[in-house]
């Protein structure tokens, strides 16, 4: 019995000695993190001294060789090392490169997988191609890569190299890697957005100086059409100061005799047919870096259609009533079947990011943390209409037509009715049905699913 009890008293020390190990192990994995979180590094938008202190926290933390952070080239023919920190010299270096002709099974399992954990890397069929040029020279036995993300594509991967026997890798730790390749996406960010606040800074410089110094009258508007700056040289045209024209209106000084008035309605509503005005399109890379730099007003909601910015009505409470109801009738009928998305972006290319009333998508993972949904993970897009029945049925229609949105519904409101729009083709949707308030209809995607039209439509409108 006396032998038992020892057994079972070193069984249980050794046991609890495992799992402080572990414990410990995971606090300094979740102190690194911290660390990373509160750094200022990644607010000054250096990008090579964010990844030095990314490199040698994750190294010394996961007590690897080295960790190096690679990132595809331009033409996505390769990968290159920017940053790879070596714990014994405690130095940087970078230069290095691999090329996805001679090593497709890796890039091929850099796309596929959340993270490539091999434990023996020279025998790892997602990692052996790299045994003889580079494991097997530089004594690396086991690799931990953590692919990086931006925007929901791919750009490169941690890569945490260990030298000496063979290392098993713990779920914990394929868990920290992902998380330091997210930080390397957050300092990848913080570069792109200061180029752009520099850049903001230094085009605003010189508008100001255009603005001030130029001959001809120039006055800004706000959205209300409401003057808020004009230079000197509009100030003398009209004989007003600036402080007297701030907040009037243009057509209080434009004359009527000479059709001025008219041609700056047509100017202000964008159907000036005489002239052609040549509009500057944004892509959604550079829509996000705006709304990062601040030049959307926090209560200002705004989407991206075909390049152009687009400004949102002010939505009444049938709209309101309308989307939650929608969004609790298909809560309720497709349950986990899909992800019920309301007001947040899709992604339709690279100039178009609206923000539907309602998207019903493919269930991800992530939940979209890491990317907006695409056309291909989108069932169904919905947009409910109280003002902006053209701009839904006509602009809207054609943009998801055009990005192969196979279900667009518009709830219209104020008539009670449900436009739907199916068979996309670049030119426009095929078909559309009109269904009046007492009709039923089913998504594409789930014929099982019978909607009534009353049921999506706000209460008084709709009884």
Known sequence: MQVVSVRDITERNQSQKALQIKENRRRKQSQTLVQLARSKTFQQGDLNAALREITEVAARTLLVKRVGVWLYNQERSKIE??????????????????????????????????????????????????????????????????????????????CYEHIGEVRQWTLEEETFAGSIADFVTLAIEAKERNVVQEALRRSEAQFRAIFERSSIGIGLIDMKAQIVDTNLALCEILGYSREELYGKRFTDYISTEKGDLKLYKQLMSGINTETTLQLRLWTVKEYHRMAEAGIFGADERVELLEGKIIWMIAKGTAHRSAVGRTDRLLQNSLRNRALICVQDPVKLNEWSEPEPDIAVVKVHPLDYADHHPTPREVYLIIEVADSSLK???????????????????V????????????????DGYQSEVIVE???????????????????????????
């Open 391 to 409: 701009l839904d049925c006509e602009i809207k229609a054609k943009a998801y037509s055009q990005a192969g949105i196979t279900d667009y519904w």
């Open 411 to 426: 709830l219209d409101v104020v008539s009670s009715q449900l436009h739907v729009f199916r068979e996309p083709t670049q």
């Open 81 to 158: 090392c920017i940053d790879l920190y070596d714990v014994s010299t405690k130095e940087h270096s970078f230069g290095n490169s691999f090329s996805e002709k001679n090593y497709p099974a890796y890039f091929q399992a850099l796309e596929e997988e959340r993270t490539i954990a091999a434990d023996d890397a020279r025998n790892d069929t997602r990692t052996q191609e790299l045994s003889e040029s580079y494991l097997s020279v530089l004594g690396i036995t086991s690799l931990l890569d953590a692919p990086i993300w931006l925007e929901g594509r791919l750009i490169g991967v941690v």
């Open 437 to 463: 308030k007492d009709g039923i209809i089913s998504p594409l995607e789930f014929p099982d699913l019978s909607i009534a039209i009353l049921e999506m439509l706000p209460p008084l409108r709709g009884s």
